[in-house]
């Protein structure tokens, strides 16, 4: 991920860990009260660990533990390849991280999927890794690219469609259910695989293929995408995947 891609992602889960503390200094963040107070040694009350590793699953990627509560992940990308990816006809959904609040995870949309507008009941910010693809809203349509972010509110229908021949690699912030860890949200990704798969089989539309050639979608796509002719015929193939 280029820096200024890093950056931005950064400063996004700042900022929602922000709005989500109202009580927390406005200059910097952090709590104050006696129980986050660092002992001699600047650490905080916990008892201090060495970094490790935490080897992949099926269920989660591998991270670093650096510090308590403190996790990361070196490379988005290559967690997204993991086995814990689980695939959809909405897309190929990865868990990455779960915070006290939040949880990150990625949703790789493959060539020529279709997801038509629906709301979702939490809200979420939503960044382009990689690739292109459409998203819709109340009938307005825009070309999301590498480096794009937005965000939805609670209940708002949006709309996902990968019109370009790339695909598109999405990072998603939204709130953690409660109790939510790796082990649920991939189980979760599994029931709504299965969940989807059966109204794919009953006729819901996951695929531009499934569309009416009139459909405003296509008549977008092919505006900005040349050659979308060809990708709605490939895009048979991933939904017998």
Wanted: include cysteine; charge should be negative; hydrophobic fraction near 35%.
């Amino acid at each position: 991920m280029h820096t200024k891609h890093l950056l931005l992602t950064l400063s996004v889960l700042a900022l929602a860990a922000c709005a989500t503390h109202p009580e927390r200094n406005d200059d910097h963040g952090h709590s104050h009260g006696s129980e986050a107070m660092p002992d001699a040694d600047g650490h905080s009350g916990s008892k201090v660990q060495d970094a490790r590793l935490v080897d992949a699953t099926h269920d989660a990627p591998a991270y670093i533990q650096l510090a308590n509560n403190v996790e990361i992940i070196e490379d988005v990308a290559e967690a997204m390849q993991n086995a814990s990816s689980t695939f959809t006809h909405e897309g190929f959904f990865g868990p990455l991280l779960f915070g006290e609040e939040l949880r990150a995870y990625t949703l790789r949309l493959e060539p020529g999927m279709f997801l038509s507008e629906h709301p979702h009941p939490t809200e979420s910010i939503v960044y382009t890794m990689a690739g292109r693809w459409v998203l819709s809203s109340e009938g307005k349509r825009q070309v999301m690219q590498a480096g794009s972010i937005f965000h939805f509110g609670s209940n708002m229908p949006t709309g996902w469609e990968a019109a370009f021949p790339e695909g598109a690699e999405i990072l998603i912030f939204k709130k953690k259910r409660e109790g939510e860890n790796y082990r649920s949200f991939t189980d979760g990704m599994h029931a709504l695989a299965a969940d989807l798969d059966r109204q794919y089989n009953e006729g819901e539309t996951f695929y531009y293929h499934q569309l009416d050639a009139d459909h405003p979608a296509i008549a977008f796509a092919r505006q900005h995408n040349p050659e979308f002719d060809q990708l709605v015929e490939a895009s048979r193939t991933v939904s017998v995947e």
